[in-house]
Every structure is written in C-alpha cells, then in structure tokens.
C-alpha cells in the first residue's frame, strides 16, 4: 500500500533562487550548501499526530557478526533518531544477543547465518522502506554470499539500498550487483573508493579532481549514486556532483560511517516520496546524500564542542536531534 507523505513546501521565490543557484558541484560554499540544505528540508515529512507507526519509515540494517555488532547498532539507531518509526537488524546468531543489550528500540533477527538467510530476510522486505547493508558484516563467504541474494531480492522490491562498509568490498567482488539499480547509494571512504574504481576500470584513480572521478565512478555503474567520504564529502549520480564541506571536527572515531548510512537510509526514503517536484534539479537521492553528509558533519561538530578528543560516535547519536534540528527545522 502506498504511503503519501505530506514535505514541507519552499516558497516560490525560494525556489527560483534555488534554481538559479545550483549547478552541478554548486554545493560547496557556504551559501551553496545552505541552499541546498533548504532543499533537504522540503523532503523531511512534518510531524503529526494523525499518522500511525510505521509511516516516516522502516528500515532495516545488514550487518552484525560476533566480531562487530558496534556498527549496526549506531546505524539501526542512528535511524531511528533522524525520525524513522522503526528499526531492524538482521546479523548473526552470536551478535543478536549483544545488540539486543544495547537497545530495546531495536528489532533484531538473529538470521544472517542461517543457511536460509535469504528467505528468512525476504519475507521482511515488502515491509520496508530502505536496507543498509555493510554495518558490522564481515567477509565471511558464507555471510557475503547470503547478502548477494538479499540485494538480488532487495533489487527485485524497488526499495533504495545503501551499501557501505563491507558491502562495498562485496560489491568491488562483483560490480554487476549495483550496476544499473538507480536506487542503490555507494557511500566508501578514500580507501574503499579507489578499491571500487580499480575493480570498474581496471586501473588506480586516474584524476586529481575529485570530483570528476566521483562522476565517472558513477557513470560506469550505471548512474547509482556514490558518495566519498573524506574532508569533503562528494557526492554524485553520474549527472551532478555536490560537494558537502560543512566544518566538522578532527576527530575520526569509528562509527562515524553508521551514523551517516542509518540516516542516509531514512533519508532516502522521505526523497523518494517527495518526488523530483520537491527536488527542483538534483535527483532525491542525490539530495538525501548530501543531508546526511551534512547532518553527521554537524553532530562531528557539536559533540567535539562538548568532549573534544574523547569524543566518539555515542556522542555523536546524543547530537543527532539538536543537530536535525539546526540543519532542518529552524
């Protein structure tokens, strides 16, 4: 059943300006990001006490194993916290009972292990709205060989895919997995990234410009969109490229990543039903991107304010409403 979501609307004016304003890598001033960010905005659905669970968003999250059940966590709950109602885990036997102890917010299937995996993760998906897959997997055969059929089947249902973490070494295995699905977002860091364009073109980046190779990386993947992380985040569909460099923090703890692919997940969802109306140019994915590049950045932010080097990603998740709040709602 479908569901409509009623965006906040930007006033014509407003719009105008913002067409005028963006162009393919405009989002790297300050203006220029602010003005996207009213962009982001227009697809966040209002509150209302008229809707019922569910509505703003099920996600479900890939990942989890006895070595790492940290990572997804912070991305099932970071989901949660940018406003999705709810939140799954689908990992391993050994890592079910650790991430359940973290949260009782979450929902955990214990199923990544069983020799039925696939099935037992694809009776769910007609119940969500994005999957994340990556956070905490591993790269046991079995574990990646059961996640390539969950995103066949999750690439059957039309649902949006981020793939992070070592989903992206499973895709770097096997680019024909993303080739082509539109609403697949590859979010690696600088590592990852030159992992994945060596597994495409057969060679290491062959541009300084960073940007340029952000877009043929998408482009020879079928127009997926790509996200590499770094002192920028740049972003690209294989048509625009934005760049998000809102000041963050020094500080590199692990975890960082989850937040963003939690939040990217809902993201995702709440631009693909706002629809290219509410987008006025850049594609929605591209758009949900940049706001999760955006918000992780400002929970970097504002946490360092508070604990500077001993900052980590728990921080982090305490800043995602206030930083949500900033970037979108005020």
Known sequence: MAVVLRCRAIP???????????SPRA??????????SLLVRAIVPPLSASKHKGQDGR???VGGCQEYTGAPYFAAISALKVGADLSHVFCTREAAPVIKSYSPELIVHPVLDSPAAVQEVQKWL??????????GLGRDEQLLGSVQGILEASKATGIPIVIDADGLWLVAQQPT????????????NHVEFGRLYEAVFGGPVDSEDQGDAVLKLSQALGNVTVVQKGARDVISDGQQVLVCSREGSGRRCGGQGDLLSGSLGVLAHWALLAGPERTHGPSPLLLAAFGACSLTRQCNQQAFRKHGRSTTTTDMIAEIG?????????
């Open 126 to 135: 007609p119940r969500l709205h994005a999957l994340v897959v990556g956070p």
């Open 177 to 188: 997995l993303v080739q082509g699905y539109h609403k697949a977002i590859l979010t690696p």
């Open 59 to 61: 996600i479900g999250v």
């Open 12 to 22: 014509a004016c407003s719009r105008r300006a913002l067409q005028r304003a963006f």
């Open 322 to 330: 206030a930083a949500f709040r900033e970037l979108f709602e005020t």
């Open 27 to 36: 989002a790297s001033s300050v203006h220029d990001m602010d003005r996207t």
